[in-house]
């Protein structure tokens, strides 16, 4: 009996250890205001054990109250650069459009395009998170019919995961971009939410269906996991 009460606890007790750990290993990396200081943005990363994979999510708040909870940014081990080196300089570029990192950080060029987004359906939408290389882009809070127009550097591939503000619902996509050698011109780039589907678009050729989403973290469909 005395036994069978050791093992409960030990299983009690390893169990709160899973739980607790994240919260304790969790630490701010970066907090960055709006310009007109509606919204807040807190990218926050989590590693429960010194050599254990490490977890990025951000939250935002908009007006005092969290409009985004732990939406998965980044995974990556001991072997994996910091987060802070791989996105660095974290911005708004307008009062609800908020970036990190750069396209190439290598040193290598990327393409000029003109991306526009379009919320063609009648709900909010919480998010939309556009990554090309190593660049990642947060549009918060696209409203019903609502429009944007965005200069975008870009390299090889293009991806979109969004979120609607009342149901929770999510929708990814992904394509790559292949441009011809010689081109010069900007590429004229969309992003459409219809219905519950994302989808990006080129009038110019080259766009190929993509497996979703960035090659940092998992598919939207295990984020579970984190």
Partial sequence: MK??????ASVCTALLAILVAPRIATRVLF???????????????YRPFPFDERAVFVNVYRDGHTRTVHKL???????DGDFRDLYP????RSEDIYELGDVMNDGSTS?????R???????????????TGWYKLVVLDLKAGATADL???YTGWLSCQARFADSGQRFASAVSIVDSADSKESRQLSITVRGGNVAIESPQPGLRASHCCASDRPDP??????
Avoid: C, M
């Fill in 3 to 8: 036994r069978a009460a050791t093992v409960f």
């Fill in 31 to 45: 907090s960055t205001v709006s310009p007109r200081q509606r919204y807040k943005v807190e990218v926050s990363q």
């Fill in 73 to 79: 940014l980044y995974t990556g081990d001991f072997l």
């Fill in 89 to 92: 300089n974290p911005r708004f």
């Fill in 111 to 115: 393409r000029p395009g003109n991306l």
């Fill in 117 to 131: 987004i379009v919320n063609a359906t009648q709900k909010e939408i919480s998010y939309l998170l556009i990554e």
């Fill in 151 to 153: 200069n975008l550097q």
């Fill in 221 to 226: 469909q295990h984020e579970w996991l984190y």
